[in-house]
């Protein structure tokens, strides 16, 4: 080879290095923050992406995904997304919990941000209205709190001669107290009491769920949200030492053992924001963009854990189920 095709092809290769990071510096930045981590947000996480690459966008190719995770310490979110709007990113993804949301819009009028909420977003001052959310927010409802009293209802119909359903809430959750007044509401309707068990922490929980060893309490209904979803095995195996019948917001709570779940299909509710998020980077605004709600509701059953508790689900129960696990 020829000194000067060396020296070339050398300097070719040295700026390798150079033109990758440049591309790179060229791309947009989308901030993720999450209240909690990445292993609870993971399936979330991949229906994001799923989204993203529906509107042409794919992570190292023509986005920077920069990731936040607070791991349940929600007084870490100002501080975190203060770094993400210093990082001056194209658009926030305040998601795994109402706090993520009203955490990211205190912190920029100018940046976009979406978010998931299992709550009303306009009655949480998140968005003017669902078709025209204005301002600077707009996100996907998929509506967990709202789906307690039809939980209510599965519960009944799988136990008809249930009297007394605990309802397991975390006060300090915004969908708590829709929870529990459509709950409420429900119970009258079908001639049931209820029982209010409050918990944020792991050692709430183990508390919370002790006092079925002495309450004549016959099922359990666990509300949406954090943290519910970080805890979902401890909840798992605390219902089955204790031989509780309860029912979940999410599917993977009956995947690793839980006896059913109803609700949206939070994947794709997630779906649903990274195509949000890559319409905007392609130069869409916020508020020309609806709340989108869920098009997926699920009931899981899974008749093995049912089996352990000597229950019999319905025929009609399994029929309908969007998913049964044997």
């Keep these: 080879m020829r000194r000067r095709s060396f020296i070339t092809l050398l300097g070719s290769a040295a700026a390798w290095p150079m033109a990758v990071w440049a591309q790179q510096a060229a791309m947009p930045v989308i901030g993720f923050l999450h ?42 979110l100002p501080v975190l997304v203060a770094e ?58 998929f509506f967990g709190a709202e789906m ?33 007044r459509d709950v409420a509401a429900a119970a009258r309707a079908m001639d049931l009491q209820i029982g209010v068990l409050n918990a944020g922490t792991s050692g709430e929980i183990n508390a919370a ?25 401890q909840l798992v195996q605390l219902a089955t030492y204790y031989r509780i019948p309860a ?6 709570n009956v995947e690793i053992g839980g006896l059913m779940s109803y609700g949206a299909n939070l994947t794709d509710a997630y779906r649903q924001l990274g195509v949000y998020a890559g319409r905007i980077l392609k130069g869409a605004k916020p508020e020309d963009l609806p709340v989108q709600q869920p098009t997926k509701f699920e009931l899981i059953i899974n008749l093995k854990t049912a089996k352990a508790l000597g ?16």
Excluded: H
């Design 247 to 252: 029912i979940y917001a999410g599917r993977q």
């Design 148 to 180: 307690a009293a039809k939980r209510m209802e599965l519960l009944r119909e799988l136990l008809p001669t249930a009297t007394r359903i605990a309802v397991l809430v975390n006060p300090a959750n915004a969908e708590a107290g829709s929870t529990l």
């Design 35 to 76: 209240t909690q981590s990445p292993d609870v947000a993971a399936e979330s996480l991949r229906g994001f992406r799923r989204g993203l690459k529906e509107a042409g966008i794919v992570e190292g190719e023509n986005v920077t995904i920069e990731y936040r995770w607070a791991e349940n310490q929600n007084d870490r």
């Design 84 to 141: 993400l709007v210093r990082r001056r990113v194209a658009v926030i993804a305040a998601t795994g919990g109402i706090p993520s949301s009203l955490a990211a819009k205190a912190a920029t009028t100018s940046i976009p941000i979406l978010f998931v909420a299992g709550e009303d977003p306009v009655k949480l001052g998140l968005v003017s209205s669902l078709a025209r959310p204005g301002g600077n927010l707009t996100g996907v409802n």
């Design 209 to 233: 769920l002790r006092t079925f060893e002495r309450e004549r309490t016959d099922a359990l209904l666990v509300g949406a949200g954090p943290p519910f979803n970080g805890r979902r095995v």
């Design 311 to 326: 229950l019999t689900v319905p025929l009609i129960m399994q029929m309908t189920a969007n998913e049964v696990i044997e």
